[in-house]
């Protein structure tokens, strides 16, 4: 398991709003675990959306989506809000590819309210960029 | 019929009332509180007469030294068990007894606990959410044990100290109770789990085995890390991260502590005072 944070951001989103506003750090967290053959990705995304709202308390606006890896692999994006709290609007994309036994996790945690179409594209390049792990090249995305 | 892969959650079963445990209630002299005693441990030390209680539920301090080495619970582990207990419970840690009424509702009585024997009784729907935790259907793992707090810690809104308690209780349990499965790995039997859940008597085939506080410190920084590393513990540290708040103690960190209590002074080779071959048995307990 690796895990990475982006650069720290500023205290206030907008200095105008007089109300909390707690600053939300980009992370990502890559996970990769033998998981065997017998699962399909799909039944694994379903786990994990399974395990994923038996947990996370206030979970919002959970959904999936087909995830393309940038070597053709197919994988599946988990997407959720957590509850907003201190604060802190936060969106987690939780992308999940499988490379014969092992399956890789890729936790991404970002604000929800400066998240726009430019920088979830950069997001998703970042992740998409993703190899499989038996690979001779084998990187980790950078964001 | 259910498919899991790795270590991901069954789905939770609801609270249950309680019933009242009459074989416990008796070893009190009928007094109903005798059936609140939250810790399995303790109620199979009670329930096998190694704790004989007076009526006002005390056990002195040497009696329960004495049933815990029964247990192979090393002195250093039964001094800090019984110190916290009797700090927590009687408010000094230099009290020479422990009143067995007052573990329910004491500061040691935490959330998120396995649940069997909370709410003062036996609670079979927990008992079943716990056995439903097991991959193999035979034994319960410590991945299988952590997997089982995590729901816990869900359905009863616990935080980190209750985390490291119900951590510290099921690697204790787990190093107290446990033997190698099919697998090769450390586990607790369905059946030994039900005996002492439900019957509060040690397994039939127990062994007395040597329980370290490096080997439960290690046991809890494994149960640490196979949390962080399911979708709901990624999910959790990922929003930890985001919000720079205080992070859950991980793997990294409970080796540390492990390496700080090393018995044999972080020395892996041996050096002044130990040799190599001691330094392999202080260590035992680690591969466990």
Not at chain 2, 167 to 192: C, R, S, T, W, Y
Request: with cysteine; glycine share 10%; proline share 5%.
């Amino acid at each position: 398991m690796l895990s990475l944070r982006g650069p720290a951001v500023g205290d206030l989103k907008d200095p105008r709003m007089l109300q909390k506003q707690s600053p939300v750090r980009p992370s990502l967290i890559v996970h990769r675990r033998v998981v065997g053959t017998e699962a399909s990705l799909d039944l694994l995304c379903g786990e994990v959306c399974a395990e994923l709202v038996n947990s996370v308390e206030g979970m919002q606006d959970l959904r999936t989506e087909a995830f393309p890896f940038e070597d053709g692999v197919k994988g599946s994006l988990v997407v959720f809000d957590f509850s907003v709290k201190h604060g802190a609007h936060v969106r987690q994309f939780q992308a999940l590819r499988l490379d014969g036994p092992v399956l890789t996790s890729l936790t991404l945690t970002v604000d929800a309210v400066t998240l726009n179409d430019k920088a979830k594209e950069n997001y998703f390049k970042a992740l998409a960029s993703t190899r499989a792990p038996s690979a001779t090249n084998a990187t980790i995305p950078t964001l | 019929m259910s498919i899991r892969i790795g270590n991901t959650m069954p789905r939770p079963i609801l609270n249950d009332a309680p019933q009242a445990r009459e074989h416990m209630v008796k070893k009190f002299g009928g007094d109903v509180r005798g059936s609140t005693v939250p810790c399995p441990v303790l109620s199979v030390l009670l329930n096998e007469n190694l704790l004989t209680p007076d009526k006002d539920g005390n056990v002195s301090v040497d009696q329960l030294k004495s049933a815990f080495t029964k247990l192979g619970i090393t002195p250093l582990v039964q001094h800090g068990l019984v110190k916290g207990g009797t700090s927590a419970i009687e408010g000094n840690s230099k009290s020479q007894t422990l009143n067995m009424f007052k573990l329910m509702g004491s500061s040691l009585d935490h959330k998120g606990s396995l649940g069997p024997l909370q709410d003062g009784g036996f609670n079979q729907k927990h008992l079943d959410q716990l056995l439903s935790c097991s991959k193999d259907g035979k034994t319960l793992t410590l991945e299988d044990l952590s997997t089982a707090q995590q729901m816990r810690m869900k359905q009863e809104g616990g935080g980190l100290r209750d985390r490291l308690i119900g951590q510290a209780e099921i690697a204790a349990l787990l190093l107290v109770f446990g033997k190698p499965n099919a697998d090769g790995k450390k586990a607790v039997k369905i059946e030994d789990v039900v005996s002492i859940f439900k019957d509060n008597k040690l397994p039939a085939d127990f062994a007395k085995q040597d329980v370290g506080a490096l080997g439960l410190v290690w046991n809890m920084g494994k149960m640490a890390f196979m949390q962080l590393t399911t979708a709901a513990g990624r999910a959790e540290a990922g929003l930890a991260k985001a919000l720079e708040s205080p992070q859950r103690l991980d793997a990294s960190a409970m080796k540390g502590l492990g390496a700080a209590m090393c018995p044999a002074g972080m020395r892996p080779k041996g050096g002044v005072g130990v040799n190599a071959q001691e330094v392999g048995k202080l260590h035992l307990a680690m591969q466990n």
